[in-house]
């Protein structure tokens, strides 16, 4: 720059300052463009989103196994220390399940029985994609996560994200690698669920902190804290029965629910395919109503 | 010759590093930590970065630059495009056009400076998205998410000045 003639410069310069303002006018209108966009067409913004995530799966999967496996390191010594208090829970909590396992046999066998007098018509077939968690979107606005499986292993958007314990939340976005989940606790979540002893349904709505919120409750409905919530199956997209979480506290700013599911530990979870197509994916099938009213008549 | 074209190469290496390092500092902040609640907190890497070298290297941190970065986060996190990429892009044009002040300074000034950027940033983000959800949206995790941002700065600051004077020295 230096060794350029002073003419050259005092031209360039006026010249240089007005083009650069004009690349910063005209990103910011980018920006807003992109935005409008996103309203408007949002099948190629996600299409868009899909391959930028992408590409950079690779980089991020490598990356996030060096902190999972500090966090393994961190878990197990903490484990070791509890050592002889887990083992006693263990072994009185084995007790208790031997008993609920005794029970579940019997209930097994009479519910086929039952099945069998009725000619019941079970559900479709279930069958799952595992995936790594290897992003945790760092923001206080967003709560979602990136999976290392995407369209080319079967995820679809809509379908239910869940691990042992219960819903972790769906499928928002779906790269061909990649996959984003949205979860219960983010603003966009709206997910159809029944509080479990009552058959009370509500739709359990994010709010942007950990416990969301109970809302579009029938007005006579009594919720008490330490209910559990599960899913619903209405509107065809979940399945019934997914266990969700309990009521925590029932205020006058709401009825809000503690999720089964801590997100923030997750390394694994499972994307279940229950071959239901609800609302989501489309709508132009006559198929797909028809199989998700099924599932929510019952 | 081929010494010249060498240099050359080595010289816009080291200089596109501003730009390079602040995508790693956005994927960075993606990565999966497992401590309980932090990534609602997880501090505002790439503005840090972007504070930094706006300050200390403009003409390696172009307005373009600023758009990218900006887009890979909103990519990546989850959020629409183009929201970050129009907010980092305010927040650059707000420390540049104050640059004049903040050259010279010593640190607490700069970090002064960060905390009145971020602070903005934070309250143009929370607006945003509530204009978005047509609701008033809960802005503490928020209000931590921007304490974490300014207790890190300083270190994150350190770290960018040792890579300014290591790698980009001679010129």
Redesign the interface.
């Known amino acids: 720059m230096k060794e350029r003639s002073r003419p050259f410069h005092r031209v360039a310069q006026p010249i240089k300052g007005a083009a650069?303002r004009f690349?910063?006018l005209g990103?910011?209108i980018?920006?807003?463009?992109?935005?409008m966009?996103?309203?408007a067409d949002v099948v190629l913004?996600e299409k868009?989103?899909g391959q930028?995530?992408d590409s950079?799966v690779p980089?991020?999967d490598v990356?996030?196994r060096p902190?999972?496996a500090v966090?393994n390191i961190v878990r197990q010594v903490e484990e070791l220390a509890h050592l002889h208090g887990e083992n006693t829970r263990l072994q009185e909590e084995n007790t208790r399940l031997l008993h609920w396992q005794a029970m579940a046999r019997k209930l097994d066998s009479e519910n086929g029985a039952l099945r069998g007098l009725l000619n019941f018509i079970p559900d479709d077939e279930i069958s799952f994609v595992s995936g790594r968690?290897?992003?945790?979107?760092?923001?206080?606005?967003?709560?979602?996560?990136?999976l290392n499986a995407g369209a080319r292993d079967g995820v679809r958007k809509g379908q239910a994200v869940t691990t042992g314990e219960g819903l972790v939340g769906r499928v928002?976005?779906v790269g061909a690698r990649s996959s984003?989940v949205?979860l219960l606790s983010d603003?966009n979540s709206r997910i159809p669920v029944v509080v479990e002893s009552t058959r009370t349904r509500a739709v359990l709505a994010g709010?942007?902190?950990?416990a969301p919120q109970l809302i579009h409750l029938p007005p006579s409905a009594e919720v008490s804290v330490g209910d559990r919530i599960a899913t619903s199956g209405h509107g065809g997209a979940f399945p019934p029965g997914l266990p969700v979480g309990v009521v925590s506290s029932v205020g006058e700013s709401g009825i809000a629910v503690t999720p089964f599911v801590?997100?923030?530990?997750?390394?694994y979870v499972r994307v279940v395919d229950f071959g239901l197509r609800g609302i989501l994916p489309s709508t132009k099938g006559l198929r797909a109503p028809a199989r998700g009213d099924r599932a929510a008549g019952r | 010759m081929k010494r010249t074209l060498w240099f050359r190469l080595d010289v816009f290496a080291r200089q596109m590093t501003p730009f390079g390092l602040t995508l790693v500092l956005v994927i960075a902040g993606l990565i999966p930590l497992r401590l309980p609640g932090f990534s609602d907190i997880a501090p505002m890497l790439p503005l840090m970065a972007i504070y930094h070298w706006t300050i200390y290297r403009p003409e390696l941190m172009p307005a373009a630059a600023v758009f990218v970065i900006g887009l890979m986060e909103d990519a990546l996190v989850g959020l629409p495009l183009g929201v970050n990429a129009l907010v980092f892009l305010i927040a650059y044009w707000v420390v540049l056009s104050q640059r004049q002040f903040f050259v010279g300074k010593s640190f607490p000034i700069i970090w002064l400076g960060f905390a009145l950027v971020a602070g903005g940033v934070g309250i143009i983000q929370w607006g945003m998205v509530s204009t978005v959800h047509m609701d008033l949206i809960d802005g503490r995790s928020g209000f931590f998410q921007y304490l974490v941002s300014l207790g890190l700065f300083p270190l994150l600051s350190r770290l960018l000045i040792g890579w300014q004077q290591a790698i980009l020295r001679q010129d």
């Open positions: 650069h690349a910063y990103l910011v980018g920006a807003f463009a992109l935005m966009l996103g309203k913004m868009v989103r930028l995530t950079l980089i991020m990356l996030s902190a999972a966090a968690v290897i992003a945790d979107s760092g923001g206080a606005f967003v709560r979602s996560l990136l928002a976005d984003r949205l603003l709010n942007n902190r950990k801590e997100p923030d530990a997750l390394e």
